[in-house]
């Protein structure tokens, strides 16, 4: 096979009519609310009250904290008769026709029906001929929950915003030379139960937020094709969830029209997994090619793999007989020709694997093509000493996410995870871990160019979700980045028998027998342990117990913090990951979490969790901090687990913000030692911080400074508010103690009265019968520097905060795209790209304002771009993400603008002949020039001067995100985080 395999390498592969990807993002009709003639649920939600009932033969069902989850999932599902939830306890149980319930005693809320109705298919918004030209247009990925109002009445768990049912409507056309073809949507995700109608006639429902799910059009019979139009029909349920955090709502991630040969690769029905070894690495590819014709089709599948430099490694030609109107499998091992390079934290190395499908009788002739990116790698998880990556001992260091943001709710744009991704590397972490679901697939994409590891987590565990794990691990199995399956979390791994875990495990192994199964908790069928938020002595136990057991700390870390109101909580995230340092754990991978996220506050007004290293608008709180520091700055650059970032100086940070300070400064350094200058005199000796790491504390209250009393307050005027001082029996004496004391602005003395000191404003000094000397500053402490040394006392580094004035202007910045950030410099016209701008409020000399919020209006004054968000990171603040203007919060505010013009996607002329509606996106024909002008946008605020910032744009696929990964590996420029000053 093999020769002939060569042969055919060099073969012309005639261009292919098919497939083609069409977005079919753009221009859908969008009504808030269900239909008048239904609510949530299947339509039919009705159960008598068994509140008070003992049940027995019930599972445990995920949708558990509150009870509208529970009857709503029970609801949905085709055999569920019963639902008990207990109140006081995050759990909720289904029944199906053999429970048995009796009046009792127990505490649990419950409904009962006696027959299962079908799901209601049938709405007035699901007809072919609604009046839908007054519904909003919106494009898709769209969160309809994100822009309705915070409610104290609304569910704690979900950031206080009631839940609801919507509808979607896209009217669009088929061009007629598409008969023949096979046509369906591809979704990426649409949270939390779709329902599908084309042209009023139902097709389809998909259950669970966040698997990916393709509709057949082409064998319905109420497809038009050519001039007549056809409307697309989706309801989205998004009342219930089972996710204790805001989980959003609507088609939230990307539509595709995808255009096939009837004969073609099943979705995610290619599997390339390498397989390296010293003497004959192999690359295994499994394709699952499947036929709608009424013939039964003869094919080979090519295959042809390809270092990232262009060279062939390896070509392989397998033969497939596919029965009319069915499905088979071929697969092959090919040997890999050369010296492999693996893929690696430091340098992750990819190949290319090309897999085409042809008929037999005309090889040239492409039915279907894929591209697939996958690398060489082996890992080892062991019991006794951790995990091993290529055979050299690699500790985890990373982060748990939830995937909303400022501005956006769910809808979140790649640009954005490709800033986490870099920021994920920038706190010195080596693994993602997906919590509590599987994330958008361009994610993974950056993280196998980044070189970052993945713990890929399933949402939905119990008996009738093992669905949802078969479509995770199909989808995702070919990304290399992946090294373990993760069925489920916390307490949602509790089950009634093992049948759970086996079924997982054999959904899993079915599909990739290579990877193992872990959990972040206790289930059957796991691999590897993981353990959330557990010390150090549930690790030796369990060693003690199951010695080769694979442990993880998959989740710990709950270390809230906020950019204001600061208070350096830093020994927290020292103490909860000290299992990382047990010899045999492989690592800490889940601190919780990178960023904030929307939900789990359970106080309001507060409406986001305060978890993250960074706010929910992407700025860095303090903690972040404490990661550049222990999990970068003072891990060696030889470290396999390291990121191989180039720091420009050694991590140096003081912790806390000018206009807070008092009398003592918090800091950080991964120097030897560290030093504070307080308007530059020294403040005492270098501090070495013990252990390595850990924080520095600095007193500025009894330490002697240069002070300057430029206020003259000698004569007769005495000032109110001051505090006695008996220690001082001379004027020098007083002003020196006043000096010496970080709280003072002001001292008096006279003979009679003695010397006063405090913390006044000048104009509590008035006219007095008395004589008094005296002195007021107004600047003290005005600047403070924290300078880092190295152990033969050499600066390495160094910090400095400045107490700023009265707001004078406003100074915008991109944070993303920016090579600061590691996220390219320029903004894509994809339709879809967006820029992160970082509007900030600084004084005279630029020092940021922290304490005064005022409101910022952002708008574009010209260019192909449009605001679609805005935030700040205030846990509190309620004003809309979708407003046009936001209050700063320590300084900042956030503003997204998005591309508004399409001269990127793929096949643009099919879409121009597909879609009806584009009403914020200009879809620029493949055959016209695109114009690449720069987005300018402006923000103002009352009584400050406008400010004005230039965003390049580019139509070039170099400055796509996934390329920008690619580019950045070894890079030696991140250095937002450095230079934040918030």
């Known amino acids: 096979g093999m020769k002939i395999a060569l042969v055919l390498s ?27 003639d239904g609510g949530p649920g299947p339509g039919n939600t009705s159960f008598t009250d068994i509140s008070g009932y003992d049940c027995t033969n019930m599972e445990e069902n995920p949708n558990r904290f509150v009870d509208s989850d529970c009857m709503l999932s029970c609801s949905w599902s085709p055999d569920c008769y019963v639902w008990q939830k207990n109140p006081a306890e995050r759990s909720c149980s289904h029944g199906g026709a053999n429970a048995v319930c009796t009046p009792g005693k127990s505490k649990y809320n419950g409904g009962l029906r006696t027959q299962i109705p079908p799901v209601k298919t049938d709405y007035q918004l699901s007809r072919h001929d609604v009046d839908d030209s007054k519904w909003l247009q919106v494009d898709t990925p769209h969160d309809f929950i994100v822009n309705t109002s915070f409610s104290g009445a609304a569910d704690p768990y979900r950031g206080f915003l009631f839940r609801n049912v919507s509808w979607y409507r896209k009217h669009f056309h088929v061009p007629q030379q598409l008969q023949n073809q096979t046509l369906m949507l591809r979704f990426d995700g649409v ?99 499947e036929t709608f014709s009424a013939q039964p089709q003869d094919l080979y599948v090519k295959v042809f793999v390809f270092r990232a430099d262009g060279t062939s490694v390896a070509t392989g030609l397998l033969a497939a007989h596919v029965p009319a109107n069915s499905v088979a499998q071929v697969n092959a091992s090919l040997a890999v020709q050369g010296k492999v390079e693996l893929w690696s934290v430091q340098k992750p190395m990819l190949y290319s694997v090309q897999v085409y499908l042809v008929p037999r009788d005309d090889t040239t002739h492409v039915l279907d093509a894929l591209n697939i990116t996958t690398g060489f790698r082996q890992t080892r998880w062991t019991g006794h000493s951790g995990f091993y990556l290529n055979e050299q001992h690699l500790k985890f260091r990373g982060f748990s996410h939830h995937n909303s943001f400022a501005g956006l709710g769910v809808a979140v744009a790649e640009r954005i995870y490709l800033f986490k991704a ?54 995702d199995r070919n990304h290399v980045s992946i090294i373990i399956w993760s069925f489920c979390n916390e307490v949602e791994c509790d089950q009634n028998s093992n049948q759970t875990g086996l079924h997982f495990r054999a959904a899993a192994k079915s599909l990739d027998p290579y990877r193992p199964t872990g959990a972040n908790g206790n289930t059957d069928g796991l691999d590897v342990q993981g353990f959330s938020h557990k010390s150090n002595s549930t690790f030796e136990k369990e060693h ?148 390595p790491g850990a924080p520095l504390s600095f007193d500025l209250s009894g330490s002697p400074m240069q002070c300057e009393f430029g206020k003259n307050l000698s004569g007769m005027i005495q000032c109110h508010g001051l505090t006695k001082d008996h220690q001082a029996k001379a004027h020098k004496a007083c002003e020196q103690a006043c000096c010496a004391d970080n709280t003072c602005t002001v001292w008096q003395f006279n003979t009679v009265s003695g010397c006063w000191k405090g913390r006044v404003s000048f104009d509590q000094c008035v006219v007095s019968t008395e004589t008094w000397l005296g ?124 591309a508004s013009v399409d001269c990127m996607t793929p096949n643009r002329d099919l879409l121009l002949e597909i879609d009806v509606d584009h009403p914020f996106t200009k879809v620029v024909s493949p055959s016209t020039a695109c114009d690449v002008s720069s987005i300018v946008v402006r923000a103002v605020a009352a009584g400050l001067p406008p400010a004005e910032l230039t965003i390049q744009t580019s139509a070039d696929p170099a400055d796509a995100p996934v390329n920008v990964a690619r580019a950045s590996v070894q890079a030696n420029d991140i250095t937002y985080l450095e230079n934040f000053d918030g």
């Not at 389809?204 to 056809?230: C, I, P, S």
């Not at 713990?455 to 691990?473: L, P, S």
């Not at 600047?779 to 905060?801: C, E, M, W």
């Open 10 to 36: 060099f073969a012309v592969l005639a261009s292919a009519a098919v497939p083609l990807d069409v977005s079919f993002d753009y221009g859908w009709r969008f009504h808030f609310g269900p239909s008048p």
């Open 191 to 289: 949270f939390h139960v779709a329902q599908i109608w084309l042209n009023g006639q139902y097709l389809q429902q998909h259950f669970g937020g966040y698997t990916a799910f393709t509709v057949r059009l082409d064998n319905v019979t109420a497809l038009n094709y050519g001039a007549k139009e056809n409307v697309l029909t989706v309801r989205t349920d998004a009342t219930f969830g089972s996710g204790h955090w805001y989980e959003g709502g609507g088609i939230y991630r990307r539509v595709q029209f995808l255009v096939r040969n009837p004969t073609h690769f099943t979705q995610d029905g290619v599997f390339v997994s390498p397989e390296f070894d010293p003497s004959e690495s192999r690359i295994h590819v499994e394709a699952e090619v």
């Open 422 to 475: 870099q920021m994920t590397r920038a706190l010195g972490g080596n693994i993602w871990r997906m919590s509590h679901n599987p994330y958008l697939s361009e994610v993974y994409n950056f993280l196998d160019a980044l070189g970052i590891l993945v713990w890929d987590e399933n949402r939905d565990y119990g008996m009738d979700y093992v669905e949802e794990m078969h479509d995770m691990v199909k989808r």
């Open 544 to 691: 003690q117990q199951f010695p080769d057991l694979p442990l993880v700390l998959s989740e710990c870390c709950s270390c809230t913090s906020q950019r204001m109101e600061r208070s350096e909580t830093t020994n927290c995230m020292q103490s909860q990951n000290s299992p990382l340092y047990l010899p045999y754990v492989t690592g800490s991978l889940g601190v919780w979490t990178l960023m904030d996220y929307m939900g789990e506050s359970h106080t309001y007004p507060s409406v986001l969790c305060s978890y993250g290293q960074f706010d929910y608008a992407g700025f860095a709180k303090p903690h972040a901090y404490w990661y550049t520091t222990n999990w970068l700055g003072l891990i060696s650059p030889s470290d396999v687990g390291r990121p191989p970032l180039q720091q420009p100086q050694v991590p140096t940070r003081i912790l806390d913000l000018a206009q807070e300070v008092d009398s003592t400064v918090t800091a950080l350094t991964a120097g030897a030692s560290a030093a504070l200058f307080v308007d530059g005199a020294q403040l005492g000796k270098p501090q070495r911080p013990n252990p």
């Open 775 to 898: 002195g007021g500053r107004s600047a003290f402490n005005k600047n403070l520097t924290l300078v880092s040394y190295d152990t033969a006392g050499k600066p390495v580094g160094r910090h400095t905060i400045i107490k700023p004035g009265v707001p004078a202007k406003i100074v915008l910045a991109l944070d993303v795209p920016n090579v600061s950030t590691g996220t390219g410099s320029k903004v894509v016209l994809d339709g879809h790209d967006v820029a992160l701008v970082q509007a900030k409020l600084v004084d005279v000399n630029g020092a940021v304002v922290t304490s005064t919020p005022i409101n910022i209006t952002f708008s574009v004054v010209s260019g192909p771009g449009r605001l679609t968000g805005v935030g700040n990171g205030d846990d509190k603040c309620h004003v809309s993400g979708k407003a046009n203007y936001f209050p700063t919060y320590g300084g900042y505010a956030r503003a997204i603008f998005q």
